[in-house]
């Protein structure tokens, strides 16, 4: 009876094959070599693949059938074991296919993603965005948008990749596209790498350094490791034709994931499956790996209003707590330093640990929030730059743009203490018992005239303590410098936005009179940090002698060259939240920021 059983088994499964008859019954079933697949020789990966996704699916539709937990005492539990034993037969084992999502867990992450009432058009904005390379050679090293929605997913690993092909070029490459700035001689290998790294990094970074989820499509996944690149874009394609992913149920029906603890085989699974991240699910693939990896609970207690979806709408675009979660592997929805205390336990989360990679925004120029000194300042300088629809990516190629001179240092150490005592959630005043604790620990001594003007309201805004200490003396704790080159810096930064619509004019060109191909665009800019603290001054046309505070080092008196006129654009105010005396000039268009 047993034997009739199983050889039903068999038949079913080959008839849930597409294309495939049924075999004839054997006597018994065919000899294998120990862990080879229960296969012939001259089967084809196709054939293997159907088989088994007709387990999978014969699996799930028995233990369906058992109802209960009780249920699962009865046949069905014996049901299940011959579905199993069966994958084990077809090589299921050695492939790998994942964990299958609870229905609960399905839903809850679909319904934290998009909401209850999400429409079409951002699903489709979500599940059409792979994470692919450019092809232009003067943007290689960038990741490519095509529409609105996904951009703060991509421009967060956008940020770590550049992490590794410009501050790890030994473990990539021995190039020097980084000293001279030619990403066109980076290698394809070199790229995959730093992806796969960055993608890597990420994914602990949001598990706490313990663990990585990776989330792939079962529909797809089985036979993408060993073949050829062409049969890996065949298979990919055609498993992605008509797929949708409309609810959790969609999610538990196709979606599949590992969990690992060792970072080697992380690494290995993402570098199998970036085929699968190349394809047109690939941004929301990568995000809900992010998710599952700091685990769907943790991140909506992370956040301060969980019922609200992290895709916002009505265009589809990812929160702060998206682009967050990627940078510091915690879903908070602020930028500020720690958190701020409302009372009566009430708390509004911050960014509570040092980044790699960092973050600015425009909204920060306009008053709306106030970014803290970890994305302020990360270990590299890379940062996201978010504006009200957008997010791109900032980069220096000399980590010495964040080192601090004697005026930035000291401003850091006044604004510290400054903050210290800001009770209003980043508005930028303090009381007067803290303003007198502020003037103690910096040791800066006001005359009587100007602390009383400053006390005269009661509180203390920074702007017009900031203006004093400007016009203070250095001897008295101030920072007006007779030499004027205390704060005297000049630097590149280089800009990439890679939505694909953000080469306005140099990179659109026809192709057979053809619509003009939109590029993504890369754009050098010079900034200047002047060395004295208003543009008038550093604008006026005064030779200044160096000094004894000067910075040349043969002792000769030296001038201040006149700059060229700042030019603008909304990036260079975002510039100005990092240094806020920045001067910017670039050749060409202004940088995008939308």
């Known amino acids: 009876m047993a034997d009739q059983e199983e050889e039903d088994l068999r038949i079913a499964l080959r008839m849930s094959m597409q294309h495939s008859p049924p075999e004839p019954k054997r006597s018994k079933p065919r000899d294998t070599p120990a862990g080879a697949p229960a296969v012939s020789p001259d089967e084809s990966p196709r054939r293997l693949q159907r088989e088994l996704m007709a387990a999978a699916a014969e699996k799930r539709m ?17 049901s299940v074991s011959k579905v199993e034993k069966k994958e084990k037969e077809l090589g299921v084992e050695s492939v790998n296919l994942g964990k ?78 980084v000293a001279s700035n030619n990403f066109a001689s980076l290698t394809e290998d070199a790229r995959a790498r730093a992806l796969v790294r960055s993608m890597g990094e990420i994914l602990f970074l949001c598990g706490d350094n313990k663990r990585a989820a990776v989330a792939t499509l079962s529909v797809i996944r089985q036979k993408v490791e060993g073949s050829e690149d062409g049969l890996k874009e065949e298979i990919i394609g055609k498993a992605l034709e008509g797929l949708s992913i409309e609810s959790g149920y969609d999610l538990q029906t196709i979606l599949r994931v590992d969990t690992y603890t060792s970072q080697a085989s992380a690494l290995q699974r993402l570098k ?75 708390f509004l989360k911050g960014i509570s640990r040092n980044v790699e990679v960092g973050f600015l925004t425009l909204l920060e120029s306009l008053n709306f929030c106030k970014v803290g000194q970890y994305l302020k300042c990360p270990r590299w300088p890379i940062w996201v730059v978010g504006s009200e629809s957008h997010y791109t990516v900032l980069f220096a190629l ?44 910096t040791s800066i001594k006001l005359p009587p005239e100007k602390l009383d003007h400053l006390c005269s309201t009661g509180f203390i805004v920074w702007s017009e303590f900031w203006q004093v200490i400007l016009d203070l003396d250095k001897s008295m704790g101030g920072l007006k410098d007779s030499s004027g080159l205390m704060g005297k810096k000049v630097f590149d930064l280089f800009h990439f ?45 005064v030779a200044l002698s160096s000094g004894s505070g000067g910075n040349d080092s043969s002792g000769k008196d030296a001038e201040v060259a006149k700059p060229e006129p700042s030019q603008h654009a909304p990036l260079v105010d975002c510039i100005k939240t990092r240094w806020p005396r920045a001067i910017c000039n670039w050749v060409g268009d202004p940088p995008s920021i939308v």
């Open 62 to 78: 028995l233990a369906a059938k058992t109802g209960s937990a009780s249920g699962l005492a009865g046949s069905g539990l014996g």
């Open 100 to 177: 299958e999502l609870s229905q609960e867990e399905a839903k809850q992450l679909f319904s934290m993603v998009f909401g209850t009432e999400v429409s079409k058009d951002i699903l489709a904005q979500w599940t059409n965005q792979g994470i692919r390379f450019s092809s232009d050679p003067e943007t290689s090293m960038g990741l490519v948008q095509h529409e609105g929605g996904p951009c703060g997913v991509l421009a967060a690993i956008q940020a770590f990749v550049l992490k590794y092909i410009l501050f790890s070029p030994d473990e990539l490459s021995k190039s020097q596209f």
């Open 272 to 346: 199998e499956m970036i085929p699968i991240f190349q394809s047109r699910m690939g941004a929301m693939l990568f995000l809900i790996s992010a998710l599952l990896s700091r685990g769907l609970d943790s991140v909506q207690d992370d956040r301060d209003d969980p019922s609200l979806p992290l895709v916002t709408a009505p265009f589809g675009h990812a929160s702060q707590e998206i682009v967050n979660l990627l940078l510091c592997g915690q879903a908070v929805p602020n930028v500020f330093d720690e958190r701020i205390d409302l009372g009566g336990g009430m």
């Open 398 to 441: 000399d980590i010495t743009v964040q080192d601090e001179n004697e005026l930035e240092e000291r401003e850091s150490q006044i604004r510290k203490a400054f903050d210290a005592q800001d009770q209003s959630g980043g508005g930028g005043f303090i009381s007067v018992e803290g303003f007198h604790q502020v003037l103690k620990e």
């Open 497 to 541: 936005n890679g939505i694909a619509k953000s080469d306005l004019n140099g990179g659109q060109v026809t192709s057979g009179g053809e619509t003009p191909v939109q590029r993504p665009r890369l754009t050098k800019l010079r900034v200047s940090v002047p060395p004295r603290w208003t543009p008038e001054e550093f604008m006026a046309d």
